[in-house]
């Protein structure tokens, strides 16, 4: 069987119980594209070359706020993978 980049799993469980920390990792892991489209712009500003917004991963960040809770919903994607 091939393994295409798009086949991947892409699932990233955060558990913490600092919403703050979650957010963070959402704004990394699954930024808005225009966000993305102006980082490259200004990025690319001083070098005065045109800003080729890049493909980026797209990764499926879900959240847990206790251990237990992010355990299940662990358990529960890797059934929902493994069918």
Do not use: C, W
Not at 51 to 63: C, G, K, L, M
């Amino acid at each position: 069987m091939n393994s295409r980049p798009g086949d991947k799993n892409r699932r990233v469980p955060i558990i913490d119980d600092n919403p703050s920390i979650h957010a963070d990792f959402r704004k990394i892991l699954s930024p808005v594209r225009s966000e993305v489209a102006a980082f490259d712009a200004s990025e690319a500003a001083p070098f005065r070359k045109s800003a080729a917004v890049a493909q980026q991963t797209q990764f499926e960040v879900y959240s847990a706020y206790q251990g237990e809770e992010g355990s299940q919903r662990v358990a529960r994607y890797a059934k929902i993978g493994a069918a």
